[in-house]
């Protein structure tokens, strides 16, 4: 199994501009997670699905951002317009839900300049 | 202004020697915790869980200690080698889904 498999790796884009992080999962697993990193707040859990369906986003900064599930096997991550403030390390997590924790992709690290 | 990071706490040890890594949690109901291992430049790795009905739970080379009565967690790394530096976070768990709430972590550095 590839694991979970995040693109790109590094964003580097202009503010303003519209950002779409990707994640595929691994297969099999029913839950889905994108987590933030940085130094000043650490790993923030954003928002999570289960079985393709939103159940939590109360981690979701604003409006700016928004996160699709549209099956099994994909999901995004979409930054409109994007802000220098939201440079970050985002990280995608998978599971089967029960024992064992998430499976984390690599992360895309983004920078808004 | 100077931004303010978090404060990340740091642990040196020889290689060799053990190491121990604490964490408080912050929801007395949580009944779940993971330790993740995180490399520069990776995502976090799972290394051991241990739920609310245990105290210790023991794995390769790696211990869990859980605390209810103070929300405390500890990792023990037995003989930590040089591939154990890493930053170690904590997780917890509550509520009716999956999703865990991560600590701050701390850095761990093993001198050869």
């Known amino acids: 199994d590839a694991g979970v498999i995040q693109s790109p790796r590094h964003e580097v884009t202009e503010m303003g501009q519209e950002v779409t992080l990707r994640c595929k999962p691994i297969s099999g697993h029913n839950s889905l997670f994108w987590y933030r990193q940085t130094m000043m707040r650490g790993l923030e859990l954003l928002i999570y699905f289960n079985n393709n369906v939103p159940i939590d986003d109360s981690g979701m900064p604003e409006d700016r951002f928004s996160a699709k599930m549209p099956n099994a096997s994909f999901s995004t991550l979409k930054i409109q317009p994007s802000e220098p403030r939201d440079s970050a390390v985002y990280f995608c997590a998978s599971s089967l839900g029960g024992a064992g924790g998430y499976t984390f992709g690599s992360g895309t690290r983004l920078t808004v300049v | 202004g100077e931004s303010v990071g978090l404060h990340l706490p740091t642990l040196s040890v020889q290689e060799g020697d053990n190491s121990i890594i604490n964490c408080a949690y912050s929801?007395?109901?949580?009944?779940?915790f993971i330790w993740y291992k995180q490399e520069s430049g990776k995502g976090p790795q799972f290394i051991i869980d241990?739920?609310?009905?245990?105290d210790k739970r023991q794995g390769q080379r790696v211990t869990v200690l859980l605390n209810k009565t103070v929300k405390h967690l500890s990792l023990q790394i037995a003989a930590t080698q040089p591939g154990d530096s890493a930053v170690y976070f904590c997780?917890?768990?509550?509520?009716?889904?999956?999703?865990?709430?991560f600590g701050t972590g701390t850095s761990l550095t093993v001198i050869p």
């Open positions: 929801n007395s109901a949580s009944d779940y």
């Open positions: 997780a917890e768990n509550y509520g009716t889904g999956n999703q865990f709430y």
């Open positions: 241990i739920r609310s009905n245990m």
